[in-house]
C-alpha cells in the first residue's frame, strides 16, 4: 500500500503516540464551550493539546443554531496520520459531512421520531 | 431467560444474591468488594428490553460506517503521501536551481571582478605618468630655482668686487685716514624712525 517504509513510519507516528480528536471543555459555569483539539490520550481533558481544529458551541445562539466550526484540512492531515476520534466528535464530524454520519445519530433519530408519532 | 431471572429476582430478593444486607455504610466511591447501600437493598433492576430489529439494523449500519472510515482513512493517508513526495520532488528541483543560480552568480561576480581589475590596472597607468610628469617638472623647477640662486649670488659676488675697490685695507689706511680728517661732514645729529634728520639735534 505505502511507498516506502520510511513514509508510513511517519504516518504511523499518531497510532504509536495515541492521538485522539476530541473535545476539549471551556467556558465558565452555565456555560459550556468545546473545542475540537488534536491531543495525547493520556492528557488532561482541557490540558495542553498539539492542534486546535475547530470549536462547537453546545448553547443555541439568537437564530437557535450550535455553531460548529471545523479545520477540514487538518482533521483530513490527523486522520491520515492515525489519530482516533471520540464519539461526541464522530457525530458532529458525521452532521457535518466529513465522516459519514454515524449509526446511533441515525438510530437516535428513528427512536425520536417513533416517539413523538 | 432474562425474563425469568427478572420474576425470580421479584420473588426472593435475598435468596438470590448472598451478599450481607449491611454492615456498614461505605463513604466515598464504593468499590466492588463493598457491600450494597442501606436504600438499595430492595431495589430489582430491569433489564433493558432490546429491540431485536433495531439491534440488527444498527449492526449492519455499524459495519458499514467502520467500513467507510477505514476507506476515508487510507484516502486521507495517499493524499499526505503524495503531498509528501510533491515536497521532495520540489526540494530537488530547488536544489538543481540553487546550483544554477550559484553557478549564474560567480560567472557574475568574475566578470565583475575582471572590469574592475581593467579599470584598475588603467588607472595605476594614468597615475604612474602623472607621477613621472610630476617628478620631471619638480627636477625642472629645482634646476631654474638653483640656477637663479647661482646667478644672485654671482651678482653679489660682483657687487662686492666692485665695491670692495673702496674698501680700507692695511695699505690704503693711511690714506683714508688723511682723506675723512680733511673731510668736514658732520654726523652729530639724531633721526627718527624714518631715517629724518630732527634738525634741532643737528649741531654745527
Not at chain 2, 610628469?133 to 660682483?158: D, F, G, H, I, P
Request: with cysteine; proline share 3%; hydrophobic share 40%.
Amino acid at each position: 500500500m505505502f511507498v516506502c517504509f520510511q513514509v508510513s513510519a511517519l504516518f504511523r507516528e499518531a497510532v504509536k503516540r495515541r492521538i485522539i480528536l476530541r473535545f476539549a471543555l471551556g467556558g465558565c459555569t452555565n456555560r459550556p464551550f468545546y473545542k475540537l483539539v488534536v491531543a495525547n490520550r493520556r492528557r488532561a481533558r482541557d490540558g495542553p493539546y498539539i492542534e486546535n481544529l475547530g470549536s462547537y458551541d453546545p448553547m443555541p445562539n439568537s437564530e437557535g443554531e450550535r455553531l460548529v466550526a471545523v479545520n477540514v484540512n487538518g482533521i483530513k492531515r490527523w486522520l491520515g496520520s492515525g489519530a482516533e476520534v471520540t464519539l461526541p466528535v464522530a457525530k458532529i464530524l458525521g452532521l457535518g459531512g466529513i465522516l459519514p454520519l454515524h449509526p446511533m445519530s441515525i438510530t437516535a433519530a428513528e427512536r425520536k421520531r417513533r416517539k413523538s408519532a | 431467560m432474562a425474563a425469568l431471572l427478572a420474576v425470580a429476582r421479584r420473588l426472593s430478593p435475598t435468596l438470590l444474591h448472598q451478599e450481607p444486607t449491611f454492615v456498614q455504610a461505605v463513604r466515598g466511591r464504593k468499590r466492588r468488594t463493598d457491600p450494597k447501600a442501606k436504600s438499595k437493598v430492595d431495589l430489582i433492576r430491569d433489564p433493558i428490553l432490546i429491540d431485536a430489529v433495531e439491534t440488527l439494523v444498527l449492526n449492519e449500519r455499524y459495519t458499514w460506517y467502520k467500513v467507510i472510515v477505514e476507506a476515508l482513512r487510507r484516502e486521507f493517508r495517499a493524499e499526505r503521501v503524495k503531498q509528501y513526495q510533491q515536497h521532495l520532488l520540489s526540494l530537488q528541483n530547488s536544489a538543481k536551481e540553487d546550483t544554477e543560480e550559484y553557478s549564474r552568480l560567480l560567472a557574475e561576480n568574475a566578470a565583475e571582478n575582471a572590469r574592475l581589475a581593467r579599470a584598475r590596472v588603467e588607472r595605476l597607468v594614468e597615475e604612474q605618468k602623472e607621477k613621472t610628469e610630476q617628478t620631471l617638472l619638480n627636477m625642472k623647477s629645482q634646476a631654474e630655482k638653483e640656477e637663479a640662486e647661482r646667478k644672485e649670488r654671482e651678482e653679489q659676488v660682483k657687487v662686492l668686487k666692485e665695491e670692495s675697490k673702496s674698501f680700507i685695507t692695511f695699505e690704503n689706511l693711511d690714506e683714508c685716514i688723511e682723506e675723512a680728517l680733511k673731510d668736514d661732514k658732520c654726523y652729530n645729529f639724531a633721526i627718527n624712525r624714518k631715517g629724518q634728520i630732527i634738525k634741532r639735534t643737528r649741531s654745527q
